[in-house]
């Protein structure tokens, strides 16, 4: 099958760029961009969606909204930069989205993908009301969990992304998804969290404001730095109590020191939310929360729907992959507490990325060695059905819980709290 798309099949050794500008942005042609990853494309549109519709959100409803917005898309910039720049993590390369920045590294969705996934969990913990303000910081590292999940199983399969073949710390994984993904995703928002809120309150000690008041300038402006530039390192020191001492030094599996770590957060918020705060009927939903609310549920019905209409096998991803070359080549892999290793570049002789290979390039040639810049193509479903039947499964329990945080109340309760309060205000 012969591809019109610009690019196909080409091979570069290193990038080179005319200027700051052109290294900073790459534009790619949208009938390109359309042909080679349809799904990239609707991937990408749902986030920018979600994004916007957040600050419309942030904006209307005022007080720390906008600053979470803000504070989490920088957070994501520092983050995501150092994970493609810092050698010795540097373990994954996004496709070329129509617009991608820096070095043809970021795709511009990655801009938002934090603030999505932080502001919608964010939302719908603060409507727990539990007693604990930590507690509500780990009830927001699982619900971006959960905003995640589909996203990560779906999209590695259509080659949004791929991972490095050989690091240690991604080598487990589900559905070609490393453990470590939901392990990053629940302590880093976690990290955040606990920064965002607490550097405010620090500073606003004296007054009396709500954690969803906005306080001086002063303290939102160093809440907003504190969590960005934070963040990452309070996450990176919540892997020390379950996964690089079990991991690194044990050769315990990331399956279970991320299952193990998930579940502690979660026994501890469903603890907490038996005792919380929640008596009365939750605040009723505006035009603009009610049209948010519905981009969550049309968030997991995007990554559903995928599976259902697309073949993976259609996708095809030009771009930065991981470099090709000497297969006995290793490099060190720096961790808080121990130095692995890993081979430097991809051994095209003996690699285990069954999700991507090279059969729509002609006569299925693969890459020379030093590439950098090549063609990679998606492979079939194993089993389409038991993707559906997952992705089934993660949609009904986030569709459960996150109506049931917005929506769902006692009445008995409510009753019962506000008798208690009659009978308290009488005494």
């Not at 009938?31 to 957040?54: K, Q, R, S, V």
């Not at 983050?79 to 970021?106: K, S």
Request: glycine share 6%.
């Amino acid at each position: 099958m012969e591809y019109n798309i610009t690019g196909f099949g080409e091979e570069r050794s290193e990038m080179n760029y005319t200027g700051l500008g052109n290294w900073l942005i790459g534009y790619m042609d949208p009938y390109d961009y359309w042909n080679a990853h349809p799904t990239y494309a609707i991937c990408e549109l749902d986030f920018l969606i979600g994004a916007g519709l957040m600050l419309v959100h942030a904006f209307t409803t005022g007080g720390r909204w906008p600053w979470l917005f803000f504070a989490s898309m920088f957070h994501g910039f520092v983050v995501e930069l150092i994970a493609y720049f810092a050698p010795f993590i540097a373990n994954f390369w996004h496709a070329q989205g129509m617009i991608t920045l820096f070095d043809r590294r970021m795709a511009l969705y990655i801009a938002v993908l934090y603030p999505v996934f932080y502001y919608h969990a964010s939302w719908a913990s603060s409507k727990m009301k539990l007693k604990s303000q930590l507690v509500e910081y780990m009830a927001v590292g699982l619900m971006t969990v959960l905003v995640d999940i589909p996203y990560d199983i779906t999209s590695v399969k259509y080659v949004h992304w791929i991972w490095h073949d050989t690091d240690p710390n991604i080598y487990d994984r589900h559905y070609w998804v490393p453990w470590n993904s939901y392990y990053f995703h629940l302590c880093f928002s976690t990290s955040f969290q606990f920064w965002f809120h607490s550097v405010r309150r620090w500073i606003d000690k004296s007054k009396d404001l709500d954690k969803w008041q906005a306080g001086s300038i002063k303290s939102e402006i160093n809440a907003l730095i504190a969590a960005s530039l934070l963040g990452m390192p309070g996450g990176c020191l919540l892997f020390l109590p379950f996964y690089h001492p079990l991991h690194d030094f044990y050769g315990v599996p990331s399956e279970v020191t991320g299952v193990s770590i998930l579940m502690a957060f979660t026994a501890i918020v469903w603890k907490f939310d038996r005792k919380s705060h929640r008596y009365e009927k939750p605040a009723k939903m505006n035009f603009v929360s009610k049209i948010l609310f519905g981009h969550l549920l049309v968030h997991y019905l995007v990554f559903l729907v995928m599976v259902i209409f697309f073949n993976p096998e259609d996708a095809i991803s030009i771009g930065l992959h991981q470099p090709i070359g000497n297969c006995n080549e290793t490099e060190p892999v720096h961790t808080i507490l121990k130095t692995l290793h890993r081979q430097k570049y991809l051994c095209l002789d003996n690699y285990d990325e069954k999700y991507y290979d090279f059969h729509c390039l002609p006569n299925a040639t693969v890459p020379s060695d030093g590439s950098i810049w090549y063609t990679v193509c998606g492979t079939p479903f194993e089993n389409r059905a038991e993707y559906l039947t997952v992705l089934s499964l993660i949609t009904f329990i986030a569709y459960m819980v996150f109506t049931s945080f917005h929506f769902d109340y006692d009445e008995n309760t409510e009753k019962l709290w506000k008798n208690t309060k009659l009978s308290k205000k009488n005494n």
